[in-house]
Nanobody, 126 residues
Framework: QVQLTESGGDSVQAGGNLRLSCEAS????????MGWLRKVPGKDREGVAA????????YYADAVRGRFTISQDSAKSTLYLQMNNLKPEDTAMYTC???????????????????WGQGTQVTVSS
């Protein structure tokens, strides 16, 4: 079982920046599509971004493209989400997720069906 531990969530003003981190079980880091999901009460969990642990191609939701950047440090088995120019609508519980295999255009749905961490709360005030 893949174990994922997130950190970095906080409360910020609109326009601010945050970086989320997700530490994965070292043994399982290779060969997985890794990414971030977010959940707002009353709404479906949505995909934010994804990247294959063995590659560089990144995938983003339209709502965050150009503001968020997903990256990884394979040596540390750690996934990051740099969030810039945060907006109140970015307020959510952010969850790190992993699913075996490469990322493709179905990354969001596949991550929803994969392994999740406990989540870290991001709150953006106007």
């Amino acid at each position: 079982q893949v174990q994922l531990t997130e950190s970095g969530g906080d409360s910020v003003q609109a326009g601010g920046n945050l970086r989320l981190s997700c530490e994965a079980s070292t043994y399982y880091y290779g060969g997985y599509c890794m990414g971030w999901l977010r959940k707002v009460p009353g709404k479906d969990r949505e995909g934010v971004a994804a990247i294959y642990s063995g590659g560089e191609t990144a995938y983003y939701a339209d709502a965050v493209r150009g503001r968020f950047t997903i990256s990884q440090d394979s040596a540390k088995s750690t996934l990051y989400l740099q969030m810039n120019n945060l907006k109140p609508e970015d307020t959510a519980m952010y969850t790190c997720a992993a699913v075996f295999g490469v990322c493709d255009d179905t990354w969001a749905e596949r991550l929803r069906q994969g392994y999740w961490g406990q989540g870290t709360q991001v709150t953006v005030s106007s």
